[in-house]
């Protein structure tokens, strides 16, 4: 069964049994800033599962297209490594909005895939969650699937939800079985990662909204939401075991392979760029433009990535536009707003290649030069930010080819770069990026979002960069100024809020907000109609996000009080930032805070947290607050009334930031690092509420996958990692010596090989699985039994080679070991250079070796003007 003949029979059955066929919605989700990308197929009926929105049907089945990179849900890293991810790819899905639920959703899903498709019921296997005995025994009991091929599995695989906040339910998976040929075990086992048994569906009971503070408020109705990926259930029809051999990618790898003059169709880099024209010509279709921040940015590393993998398969000119029109003959039927966009998504992307183009070979001779230099296997962070920050490399571009060499990468470098670079930025002014000066505004903006996060308010002015306009239409960038507003501008370290402002006839996406004069400018983009002065506008602030902010804020007073107790009063903030992903706190201090310092210091805090106090806010006169105990900022002004923040007897401080009711809001508060800035002043980052749990998860993570890898259980596993490194020591050190070993008696069949040119040896060749220091080493050997000799020695491992030319003294004045090194280098792709007598470097292209090494002797022969 072709893909397109799939989509057809999907929808053909859940028509005939009373479903409404939608067609696939955009890639940017209307209705919500929160997402990136649409990422399933329930997002464009997101407002029908939370009964906000009624439809003339309450069952739906739709073909959508999704894209999973950035976000919550994304594959990015994992495609051209894996048979199945991708990041674009289309979800076949059948809905209920109040309507049928688990048993129903069940059977349909059974009859659609054994009686429809004819897949055999012994291949399938199922999971459902833990405590849902409901859906577990429609499956054994009515459905007849042997109960030892339904696993019971717990939230991470078998509740499913669309991101942070939203609906969200359990669910149960339908697994097919591609036979006991490919490696693999069933869900729930230590192998199921393996390639063997691939999820198929997934059905999901939507019965939840989580919001986010974490609170679960049960949907109107209980619903359904199912989701089967295309491409997977292609693969299973067309008896293939990877996605990318089913007809529709095999004819776009078809079309990569032929730009390229590859011959070989399993090459990895084909299945990546098959896989990101899709991603990148819908979203382009879409409405997406390459830039440097939020959707555009992830669509530009996308669409970088191809571009570098077209490179490694020797495409130097731009190619990756021209497979849009492959594209749009095998899915333009499907979805004919690609084929209407053909034109000008050929033209975005071009222009998109033109401009990396310029910058790809530099970067990546900027990159080989620092590998061939590197002593360990760490890529650094300076040369990684480099790579990003001058090159415009996307950081996952150097992670996959730092991948691809067996290095790492080192990360924390990277991040103090970056923030470095961002402090240079935010000194520079936060405004003055977009808008050049502080705008003289004619008016003021209320706040009023101490008390509310949404507010109806009139639009009193609009610029457009530093202009006032009157109106701005969809797409435009600009700024909204309004008379009241519960958005908050960035300030006392604290981030502008982001969120929407709607109008009868517009959208406006507020992604920042920042204090102009006495006016607060929302700076953002028009999403949908055009916005003018004197509109009434809905202006609804990011909740989630605030929350979030607001947990940080909190934590962060409460941070500044436990400092002082366990550290002392000399403790002063010395700067803060606090967004909704962490907080960073500095303060003065002369020395490193110890690790029983901060242990101290985070519980203090997390008994604040537990101790649930209201925070309470006040207004009084600066005089009073003084005498109140509050801290205030040193050198900071402050007006004659100030807003004094009190949580129980612990902290008092001056702030005009938005804050939590109660410091049981918080949740958890871990620090994340600690360190020194400058003389005498040190650096808090830390986490609070839903990050902080994510944090310790992501330590848990980590931890379990060590414990995996070393085969041992968490108690036991520094013990083990200790007595691995011990071992990998040892085994270096005798791999070494074997090494040096290997190449001596490699270095003494070799002499004998050496050619008489112009009256001197000349010997020119590739050693077998040696290192650069062995290398060098059979040269010194090599230099002294053949007396007056020029020598070029190689090594290959992978497709890295490593080049060493060596003069004997007595030819130096004659011949030089850095020219003759460059003449080979430069012929695999590579360069080197040093000293007369001796030289070393590398290349990339191994087939061009033997050539190379080949030509040693006419080169020498010519230097010697023989
Ligand atoms: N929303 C669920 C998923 O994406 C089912 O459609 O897996």
Redesign the pocket.
Known sequence: MKSAELRQAFLDFFRSKGHEVVASSPLVPGNDPTLLFTN???VQFKDCFLGREQRSYTRAASVQRCVRAGGKHNDLENVGYTARHHTFFE?L?NFSFGDYFKREAIHYAWEFLTQTLQLPREKLWVTVYKDDDEAAAIWVNEIGVPAERVTRLGEKSNF?SMGDTGPCGPCTEIFYDHGPEVWGGPPGTPEEDGDRYIEIW?L?FMQFDRSADGTMTPLPKPSV???MGLERLAAVMQHVHSNYDIDLFQNLIKAVAALAGSKDLSNPSLKVIADHIRSCAFLVTDGVVPSNEGRGYVLRRIIRRAIRHGHKLGLRQPFFHKLVAPLVKEMGAAYPELAKAEAQVTRILNQEEERFAETLDQGMHLLEEAIAGLSGHVLPGSTIFKLYDTYGFPVDLTGDIARERNLELDMDGFDREMEAQRERARAASTFGAAYGHKLEIAGKTEFTGYERISDQAKVIALYKGSDAVQQLAAGEQGMVILDHTPFYAESGGQVGDKGLLSSAGAMFEVQDTQKQGEAFGHIGVVRQGSLKVGDSVDAAVDFAARAATAAHHSATHLLHAALRQVLGEHVQQKGSLVTPERLRFDFSHFESVSREQLRRIEQLVNEQIRGNNEVLTRIMGIEDAMASGAMALFGEKYGDKVRVLSMGEFSTELCGGTHVSRTGDIGLFKIVSEGGVAAGVRRIEAVAGRRALEWVDSIEDSLEAVAAAVKGSRDVVADKVRQMIERQRKLEKELEQLKAKLASSQGSDLAGQAVEVAGIKVLAANLEGVDPKALRDTLDQLKNKLGSAAIVLAAVQGDKISLVAGVTKDLTDRLQAGKLLQEVAQQVGGKGGGRADMAQGGGTEPAKLPAALAAVSGWVAREMGA
């Open positions: 399933a197929g329930m979800m899905g499913w997934n999901v939401d199912t989701g």
